[in-house]
């Protein structure tokens, strides 16, 4: 079955340094591949999306490339803030089943001034 | 509009006891799911609904939870009698179309104590 594998966290970086999540995942099929963000005291928010391979998503000065040969969709900013800080989550639907996500375990990230 | 609202935000309770938690959805959207997050590890898919049907409830672990949406507005999922490995975070999701993801709202969850 579907699956997405994330790399493990907490993740602790000084303020503009370079980000890299790691995700991978196993589909039948090409799904869509996202990136969601949980910031601390909120809900989950859809952070960035990729319908296709070679698609590169992005948002908020984040990106992430849908590679079908790698099957991954790694996550990346080149000059991470503060407000970054959050837990981020890979994720990917499967439309067969009433649009239910597979999530990743999910990789807290914390930022130090 | 108002997003999806969650509550309690948090609830301790005590092994044995029962707890239901309740989502209102984005007014109007008929898919609710409801997902939880235990121990920092994956989101896990619970159940779905469909107005007040039960599309999917493969993901809900046992028998101890109880999820209903009456009416098809808000839902609640019960816990009895909670048990300790129940901890974790119950986040609820609506959307206006079950298909199409990007139309998912998630809640602010709810952070389940179980001691």
């Known amino acids: 079955g579907n699956s997405v594998t994330q790399m493990e966290g907490p993740v602790t970086l000084s303020e503009e340094a370079f980000l890299t999540i790691n995700c991978t995942y196993t589909?039948?099929?090409?799904?869509?591949l996202f990136w969601y963000v949980q910031y601390p005291g909120e809900g989950l928010q859809l952070l960035l999306k990729a319908t296709k391979a070679d698609d590169k998503g992005s948002n908020k000065g984040f990106e992430a490339t849908y590679r079908k040969e790698t099957t991954s969709f790694h996550l990346e900013k080149g000059s991470v803030q503060v407000s970054d800080s959050a837990v981020y989550f890979c994720a990917l639907p499967t439309y067969n089943q009433g649009g239910k996500l597979i999530f990743g375990q999910g990789t807290e990230l914390s930022v130090k001034p | 509009e108002a997003g999806v609202t969650q509550f309690p935000s948090h609830s301790v309770i005590e092994k044995g006891q029962t707890v239901t938690l309740r989502c209102d959805p984005i007014s109007g959207h008929d898919n609710l799911y409801w997902y939880r997050r235990v121990m920092g590890k994956e989101i896990k898919f619970l159940l779905h609904?469909?107005?007040?049907?039960?599309?999917?409830e493969s993901g809900m672990p046992n028998n101890r939870f109880l999820a209903e949406r009456t009416g098809g507005t808000y839902s609640t999922l019960k816990v009895q009698p909670a048990e300790l490995e129940d901890s974790g975070v119950y986040f609820c999701?609506?959307?206006?179309?079950?298909?199409?993801?990007?139309?998912?709202?998630f809640g602010s969850g709810t952070r389940l104590t179980v001691v």
């Open positions: 589909a039948t099929g090409y799904p869509s």
């Open positions: 609904f469909v107005k007040e049907s039960k599309q999917d």
């Open positions: 999701a609506s959307s206006q179309t079950g298909l199409d993801v990007y139309g998912y709202t």
